[in-house]
């Protein structure tokens, strides 16, 4: 397979706390999004950039685990994850992003909880390619369990 590029833009304007930004995907799906300090850090509703990291690596985990699933032969109804991305001030200033948890669930035919959570492991370990950008740097904890 040929290697795959996705983008995305971003542009900010004015100063952190009173300034705005949009940001955009090529595929469309983002479209002039805004996003705001105020969507950052207190919560006014919006998106923010640790949201949709959480997002990706949620949505990356469940199509990975799928496929290991599947390729152990095992038969997949679902796979759910919501991921919780933790944003942290930092003593000397600043924040810095300290720990992703993935916490997912599957509807797998013939898997005992134990393989399951084995199998779910290997795939963060391993499978998930967003899992394997963040490991280095950054706790990622998981939870695994059955329906």
Not at 68 to 79: F, H, M, T
Not at 96 to 115: C, H, P, S, Y
Request: hydrophobic fraction near 35%; include cysteine.
């Amino acid at each position: 397979m040929a290697e795959l590029k996705r983008r995305a833009s971003a542009v900010w304007q004015g100063d952190l706390r009173s300034g705005t930004g949009r940001m955009s995907t090529n595929s469309g799906a983002l479209k002039d999004m805004a996003y705001s300090f105020r969507t950052r850090f207190e919560n006014e509703p919006g998106t923010n950039p640790e949201e949709l990291l959480a997002a990706a690596h949620a949505s990356c985990f469940s199509m990975a685990l799928a496929n290991q699933l599947s390729a152990k032969g095992y038969k997949v109804e679902s796979i759910e994850t919501r991921a919780t991305c933790y944003l942290t001030s930092q003593p000397a200033g600043g924040f810095r992003i300290t720990k992703m948890l993935l916490q997912t669930t599957g509807r797998v035919q013939g898997i005992d909880e134990a393989t399951f959570k084995q199998i779910a492991k290997e795939t963060d370990e391993s499978g998930c390619p967003v899992s394997i950008l963040l490991h280095p740097g950054l706790t990622v904890e998981l939870e695994a369990s059955l329906a």
